[in-house]
């Protein structure tokens, strides 16, 4: 039953990154014609870091979801409430060109990233550190959309 557990457990978030790629699937292009700032990686390195962070994030709602804290359903309401806002940054990022109200659900995304990571924390120290990767992207990310809306 673990086993499977922790197979749907990496299947939700790269489900959802997988269904947000498709969506945005022809705007790579947008994203190369933008005036972008200095450390702006390319295009392709993109879904090689978002996989690897829905792994992440995969395997520490699994712990969260197996422990018996009795705080786990809260802790997987949050961890779900950040996915979905995960999942609509780039529809208005990369769909509807609107750089800044990507930049305030990026602002959202982050700040309910971290309280799932205070809370992670408490429930298995072992959830919070697989995030860290995560948040660090977020603040990269919040830095390009940044200067993307106000070069763009």
């Known amino acids: 039953m673990k086993k499977r557990t922790f197979i749907i457990s990496l299947i939700i978030p790269l ?3 997988a269904i947000s790629a498709f969506i945005t699937n022809n705007q790579m292009e947008t994203y190369s014609n933008l005036n972008t700032p200095l450390l702006a990686p390319p295009g392709w390195l993109f879904p090689i870091v978002w ?3 829905y792994i992440l994030m995969g395997i520490s709602s699994y712990f969260i979801y197996i422990s018996h804290d009795p705080k786990r359903e809260n802790a997987l309401i949050v961890y779900s409430f950040q996915l979905f806002i995960n999942f609509c940054w780039p529809l208005f990022f990369f769909n509807l060109h609107n750089y ?8 959202a995304l982050i700040l309910t990233v971290i309280y799932m990571l205070i809370i992670f924390k408490k429930i298995n120290p072992k959830s919070f550190y697989l995030n860290i990767p995560y948040i660090l ?12 809306f106000i070069n763009n």
């Open 15 to 17: 489900l959802v990154g």
């Open 51 to 53: 996989t690897l962070l």
């Open 100 to 107: 800044f109200l990507s930049l305030m659900i990026l602002i």
């Open 137 to 148: 992207w977020l603040f990269f990310a919040l830095y390009l959309n940044f200067i993307i």
